[in-house]
């Protein structure tokens, strides 16, 4: 495996990080774990979606304001996050100055799903 450079392995973490807000902004509040399998069904399984690196976004966007925890519910503690109105602001900020890199990145996992998709049958 490559290693990446940190500015990079920094970038990725801020986009990583635009998308957990963005899902909460547009699917509303949800847990750690509905997030985890929300990116990686969207992504098609292209980011590593696990509770593991979905939480300590979580932890980071809380300390930061832009996401707040409700009271740990249920059986397990299942804690719901949402997006405060400086969480959307951050995302706003954000998909602004990262714009190049997401439409890049989803540019590839498009190239990616076209070359890899099934063959499809002669009518």
């Known amino acids: 495996m490559i290693e990446r450079e940190p500015l990079e392995r ?14 909460l902004l547009t699917k509303g ?8 399998q929300l990116i990686k069904e969207r992504s098609h399984g292209h980011f590593r979606a696990t509770a593991g690196n979905v939480y300590p976004r979580l932890h980071e966007l809380k300390e930061a ?5 409700g009271e740990p519910t249920g059986g397990r503690e299942k804690i719901v996050y949402e997006i405060t109105e400086q969480g959307k602001q951050t995302l706003r900020e ?10 890049n990145l989803l540019k590839t ?13 002669f009518s």
């Open 65 to 69: 304001g832009d996401v707040r925890a």
């Open 29 to 36: 509040p949800m847990s750690g774990y509905d997030l985890a």
């Open 109 to 121: 996992i498009d190239h990616a799903l076209a070359i890899t998709a099934p063959a499809k049958p």
């Open 94 to 103: 954000g998909a602004l100055e990262r714009r190049p890199h997401v439409e």
């Open 10 to 23: 920094h970038a990725l973490i801020k986009v990583y990080s635009l998308f957990v807000l963005y899902f």
